[in-house]
T-cell receptor
Framework: DAGITQSPRYKITETGRQVTLMCHQTWSHSYMFWYRQDLGHGLRLIYYSAAADITDKGEVPDGYVVSRSKTENFPLTLESATRSQTSVYFC????????????FGPGTRLLVL | GIQVEQSPPDLILQEGANSTLRCNFSDSVNNLQWFHQNPWGQLINLFYIPSGTKQNGRLSATTVATERYSLLYISSSQTTDSGVYFCAGTGANSKLTFGKGITLSVRP
């Protein structure tokens, strides 16, 4: 019973590099989300997806790209990492009923040097 | 989007004490949820509570949707209750907005 997993758990990269964070869920939930957590800001929504091939922007989408070719996977790509993207990234999922009860992955700590 | 305010920002309790955490919303919300982030960073959904009252062991939550607030009650607190408590809700844009959290420290 894996639930929702994220990889890698920790990542150090350099400014300008492309980085992809992976998220995988085994519940067949329709909705998936990416958040970033920063001190003083709480959690902020980056992108979300209501189903395979359907994605939409959240509060802070600039500098990020997402895709969802399969229901269970929702990768987040930083096309050209910047220091301001140093953060903890959380993936979450919920079933199709009005986004009730979101379940979170363990998070990925990303440091951009 | 909606604004979510949580209070108090920090709380220190002695083990065994009770506490009330508050969440205010600037506008009507749906899908109101409470989360606990433990000291290792894991976020756990505590309650989905768009209205009314729910209880789960020593924790209970009450949402008064018409007055745009929700309360989380912790009774007989334990050191394992330490961490950050977030409330979140969706407004007209249907996107979940989080408060900045309440940091709870329970001392033995």
């Amino acid at each position: 019973d894996a639930g929702i997993t994220q990889s890698p758990r920790y990542k150090i990269t350099e400014t300008g590099r492309q980085v992809t964070l992976m998220c995988h869920q085994t519940w067949s939930h329709s909705y998936m989300f990416w958040y970033r957590q920063d001190l003083g800001h709480g959690l902020r929504l980056i992108y979300y997806s209501a189903a395979a091939d359907i994605t939409d922007k959240g509060e802070v989408p600039d500098g990020y790209v997402v895709s969802r070719s399969k229901t269970e996977n929702f990768p987040l790509t930083l096309e050209s990492a910047t220091r301001s993207q140093t953060s903890v990234y959380f993936c979450a999922s919920s079933d199709s009923r009005k986004q009730e009860t979101q379940y979170f992955g363990p998070g990925t700590r990303l440091l951009v040097l | 989007g909606i604004q979510v305010e949580q209070s108090p920002p920090d709380l220190i309790l002695q083990e065994g004490a009770n506490s009330t955490l508050r969440c205010n919303f600037s506008d009507s919300v749906n899908n109101l949820q409470w989360f606990h982030q433990n000291p290792w960073g894991q976020l756990i959904n505590l309650f989905y509570i768009p209205s009314g009252t729910k209880q789960n062991g020593r924790l209970s939550a009450t949402t008064v949707a018409t007055e745009r607030y929700s309360l989380l009650y912790i009774s007989s607190s334990q050191t394992t209750d330490s961490g950050v408590y977030f409330c979140a809700g969706t407004g007209a844009n249907s996107k979940l907005t989080f408060g900045k959290g309440i940091t709870l420290s329970v001392r033995p």
